[in-house]
């Protein structure tokens, strides 16, 4: 495989295009045609507004698409990848009932049954077979909809994207959900090189069966497009032969396939007028949509995107994941689109890009802005608008322009960028966001401003950030201040203070100056990092966000006289906060743990199925009660062990430190276990763990070390 010079530039655009796609769609997601029409006409650009919803929203196609294919580097970016290993990915990132998924339950919702035959020890791909689950709910559209990934890791080699979208299919979905899922991968994977539709689909279908329904419906469309002219009758014809009427469940493969080819090819090779057929036909709009629009983003690149309408603005990069990897929930379009270019870059043997010193903030292609927005204008501020421009970087070719007006003393202008979930968000409908925040106290920021040489007037340019405190109100902390003349240039540090408790929910740069003021300063780059130096508890105030900082994984949580009580049925059950970027520290935390198989806190947490943890165990009522260090790596791993004697409703001050290879672990203040682990985890959150019962824990520190 060999990568273009424009390979990440076309990822982009990919990832942009199937954010864009299913923001658009996501508003009337199941509406009919005739029900569209009749209440919104044609969908010419976004429709959230008039349905009073917002555009930003969590969605399984977003967040599918992006952690499923998780499975290749955390195996190691090899092609022998195996469906299993794609299985348990899942069983990792998912968390049971919350996110990601339509949990409609066994034999309803596809990817719940696939998920529920995992979780009882049944591989992929046997967990999403017909021959397991039946031919229905085997050949719903699933499999389309999250394989946009598996086709931007394999550019221009058809025929890989198709067996790797085969095997990430295969553990939900069979038959002709798979082929239409391979159609796709090959399609978008082709686009990267090659610009004509027809050749694209000529390709295409040579990886399915001849014989397969979805081989034939587009063989139909292809011949019905020599002959009618009119999407609106070609709609026609596709409902009447390959409709729900005839392919039921709850959203199958086979008609929402067909819509996307439809909209191809009457679309005229336009990103806005595709959009708008394969939306206006309705279905299962925001996962046709989002297809259609990752395609369209790959093979005409951002100016293809550009074309018409400003969709890229109103977006903002700005994306949701919501898993267990809690510290990857607030995200944007750009951190993504590197995530999946270095996979690629990896299985081609390239080594990854990192822009900027791997600066979290780079905006190093063009348009991004990385969610970076004005803070709303109230009278008592001056405005400011973000621009993606060339130049004004010392490591990169892009920066953010932030274009200032009308500043002057008691009238700033700041512009930010969340680090954890926005107000707005707390209230979404649907698909809850669960998410950890990005930045912490004892955290390091880094960041470079410059201004150029037509600013007459000095302004003063700070960081800040705003947190949520008393009653979730948004409060300002500020930051280091540097005075910025014409062609000036400041690096900023910044160890983030302690906040009480108040999770940070952004970050951002105010500009000021004494006499009124308009111009232009530039972002160069911003970044964090190091391990927090924060205590979790009850910060002693109303609000909530300190308790939602927290990615729930347990069956109850309950916040009362102990700050964290945990109680968990069956199983094990985890309540997690922190970021995959920590590294070396130490977490420590009181356990009382309460009538439980086991109880604790674990470190280098990266999702439900792999971390260490450092345990209270009870096996039985006849065993000897231990200490246990453990690392869950897909499955459970005892790496030490003492007898220890401990009672229910007895606290203990547990410690759980990592240091590059090397675990210490300590109860009470006495040392217990040292070892060192040969293939550590590299990072990851915090975590208390609850097995089959109920405990209890009022603080959690981390520290570095």
Not at 494 to 501: A, E, F, H, N, S
Not at 643 to 667: I, K, N
Request: proline share 5%.
């Amino acid at each position: 495989m060999v990568l273009s010079a424009d390979y990440i530039e076309r990822v982009y655009a990919g990832v942009l295009g199937k954010v864009i796609g299913v923001y658009l769609g996501r508003p009337f997601e199941g509406w009919t045609y005739a029900r569209i029409m009749k209440e919104l006409g044609e969908i010419n650009y976004y429709v959230h507004e008039k349905r009073g919803v917002p555009l930003i929203v969590t969605d399984d196609d977003i967040t599918g698409t992006f952690t499923f294919l998780r499975a290749m580097p955390d195996h190691g970016n090899t092609l022998a990848l195996t469906p299993a290993q794609i299985g348990q990915t899942w069983l990792n990132y998912l968390i049971e009932e919350r996110t990601i998924l339509w949990w409609g339950g066994l034999g309803n919702s596809t990817e719940h049954t696939a998920y529920l035959r995992l979780k009882h020890g049944i591989p992929a791909p046997q967990s999403g077979s017909l021959a397991l689950n039946g031919k229905v709910v085997a050949e719903q559209i699933g499999a389309q909809i999250f394989i946009d990934g598996w086709a931007m890791i394999a550019p221009g080699d058809p025929a890989l994207a198709a067996d790797l979208a085969r095997r990430a299919a295969s553990v939900s979905h069979d038959g002709e959900a798979i082929y239409g899922a391979q159609v796709i991968a090959a399609l978008e994977s082709l686009a990267f090189v090659e610009p004509d539709l027809n050749v694209l689909l000529d390709t295409a279908v040579t990886f399915i069966p001849c014989d397969s329904v979805i081989y034939r419906m587009i063989a139909d469309l292809r011949e019905w497009r020599e002959r009618v002219p009119d999407w609106r009758e070609a709609f026609g014809l596709l409902a009447e032969h390959y409709g729900y009427h005839k392919y039921g469940g709850n959203c199958h493969m086979v008609p929402n396939h067909g819509l996307i080819v439809l909209s191809l090819l009457w679309g005229d090779d336009d990103f806005q007028k595709t959009l708008m057929i394969v939306n206006t036909c309705g279905w299962d709009t925001d996962c046709n949509s989002g297809n259609v629009g990752c395609l369209m983003g790959i093979k005409n690149g951002l100016a293809g995107l550009e074309a018409g309408p400003d969709y890229r603005g109103p977006v903002a990069d700005r994306m949701f994941l919501p898993t267990a990897d809690g510290g990857r929930a607030i995200t944007d379009a750009l951190t993504e689109a590197f995530h999946i270019a270095n996979i690629g870059r990896a299985l081609a043997g390239e080594s990854a890009l990192a822009p900027k010193g791997g600066a979290r903030f780079h905006f190093d292609l063009p348009g991004a802005v990385q969610g970076w927005l004005p803070e709303e204008s109230i009278e008592s501020q001056g405005t400011v608008t973000v621009e993606n421009v060339a130049g004004h970087s010392i490591l990169g070719a892009r920066s953010l322009a932030l274009r200032y007006h009308g500043v002057a003393t008691g009238r700033p202008a700041r512009a930010a960028t969340a680090t954890f979930m926005p107000a707005e968000a707390a209230r979404m409908p649907g698909y809850g966001l669960l998410a950890s925040p990005t930045l912490y106290p004892g955290q390091t920021v880094r960041a470079r401003l410059s201004s150029d040489g037509d600013n007459a007037m000095p302004v003063a340019c700070g960081l800040y950030l705003r947190v949520y405190g008393a009653e979730d109100r948004l409060e300002r902390i500020d930051g280091p201040q540097a005075v910025f003349g014409p062609g000036s240039a400041h690096t900023f540090t910044w160890r983030i203070p302690d906040t009480g408790g108040a999770p940070i929910a952004e970050i951002g740069i105010e500009i000021g100056s004494e006499k009124r003021a308009d111009g232009v300063v530039y972002l160069d780059y911003l970044t964090w990092d190091g391990a927090p130096d924060v205590t979790f508890a009850c910060p002693g105030h109303t609000g909530t966000m300190w308790q939602r900082a927290w990615v729930d994984a347990v069956d109850h949580v309950q916040h009362g006289a102990e700050t964290y009580r945990l109680i968990q049925n069956e199983g094990v059950g985890l309540l997690m906060q922190g970021t995959r970027e920590w590294s070396d520290y130490r977490v420590t935390a009181d356990v009382t743990p309460h009538l439980v198989k086991s109880a604790g806190i674990a470190a280098r947490v990266q999702g439900m199925r792999r971390y260490y943890a450092l345990l209270l165990c009870r096996d039985d009522a006849e065993s000897p009660t231990k200490v246990r260090l453990v690392k869950m790596f897909d499955t459970l791993h005892v790496l030490a062990e003492v007898d220890f004697p401990w009672e229910f409703g007895e606290t203990h001050m547990l410690s759980l430190e990592v240091a590059g290879a090397t675990l210490r672990a300590w109860v009470n203040g006495v040392a217990l276990f040292t070892l060192t682990d040969a293939q550590p985890l590299a990072g990851g959150a915090v975590a208390l763990v609850c097995e089959e019962g109920r405990t209890a824990t009022n603080a959690v520190r981390v520290q570095s070390v």
